[in-house]
């Protein structure tokens, strides 16, 4: 279920949401196949309205399942927002679109949310990447190098 707020209930109390919207509810297009999102948004949020615009307040939590770019390992990250504060005007050019007297605060927390992946997500800071391989050898499966020649050191000997 998104994170919808009633207004009609914020003209008298603030209202406090806590709990996890789905991956699928929270519909984040990462559009980097380094980053994957399977496990739920935890947030912990007070909704206040202030003068015909909501403030937002809390903590939001989320884990990454991303993928190396230097060495390609797997690893978790998590991203937390804490604190994170929002003002969602209700009025004017960049009002919040309200329908049935509910605001649905999706939309902005996926946008910081987004704000806060990694570019190139690294699995240490000092990850030294893949193993280097040297050219011309390959590990023999009965644990002796061997010297195997490239498929590069035949087309050396063209003469062209």
Known sequence: MPLIVNLRQLEENDVVLRGELPVDELDLDTRDEMIGVTQPLRHELEVQLLDRSLLVRGSLRLTLECRC???LKPFKRKLELNPWVCH?????E????VVNDCA???PYVREDML????WHPLCKPDC???EKIKAGKAKNPGGKDELIPSAWAELDKLKL
């Open 128 to 130: 030294r990447g893949l």
């Open 94 to 97: 960049e009002q919040v679109p």
């Open 88 to 92: 969602l005007p209700l009025e004017g």
């Open 104 to 106: 649905d605060l999706t």
């Open 69 to 71: 770019v230097r060495c």
């Open 115 to 118: 704000l806060e992946f990694p």
